[in-house]
């Protein structure tokens, strides 16, 4: 994480389809789509629930997962999104400036309260069972130092 970043969780629905396109020099891949998390309330009178506030964003895949995300989902499916919330300024054709709410995932997943998922691990790493692992780590960047594993002791520099 950066400073000043704003990590954040969103649970939704795919309300749009997932668009894939690659973008740069190195042409990395990106997959962009809608999300609508809707408040769900009960009224007593009326024995029911009903829509409440709504709040829609947009949502952001890079690289692998951008591909898995293009692959996997579709308009309709429950999700759950984990990534950094920012605000995106463009200007209309007309000349109005507009701002819109983004994610830049680094997790998306299912939400499994709505539906099934079945997981289909990836490859392991030599003299690993993915069926056996039951800890994640987050790749570490070129360069940079990796975070103690728990019950590894930290030394300061």
């Known amino acids: 994480m950066t400073v000043g970043e704003?990590?954040?969780t969103v649970v939704g629905t795919v309300v749009s389809e997932v668009a894939l396109k690659r973008v740069g020099e190195n042409e990395h891949e990106l997959a962009t789509f809608l999300l609508r998390a809707s408040e769900r309330k009960y009224d007593k009178e009326k024995s029911?629930?009903?829509d409440h506030r709504v709040f829609s964003i947009r949502?952001?895949?890079w690289r692998k997962l951008a591909a898995?995300?293009?692959d996997v989902l579709r308009r309709g499916d429950p999700v759950i999104v984990a990534g950094r919330l920012f605000v995106s300024d463009f200007e209309t054709s007309d000349g109005q400036?507009?701002?819109v709410p983004e994610i830049e995932a680094w997790a998306v997943g299912p939400n499994l309260m709505l539906c099934k998922a079945t997981v289909e691990r990836e490859r392991?790493?030599?003299g690993r069972?993915?069926?056996t692992e039951t800890t994640w780590h987050p790749p570490v960047p070129a360069g940079a130092k990796p975070h103690a594993q728990a019950g590894e002791r930290v030394q300061a520099a």
Do not use: D
Request: charged share 15%.
């Open 6 to 8: 704003t990590p954040v």
């Open 48 to 50: 029911g629930w009903y």
């Open 59 to 61: 949502v952001k895949c």
């Open 68 to 70: 898995t995300v293009h």
């Open 97 to 99: 400036a507009r701002s």
């Open 124 to 126: 392991a790493e030599p």
């Open 129 to 131: 069972s993915p069926a």
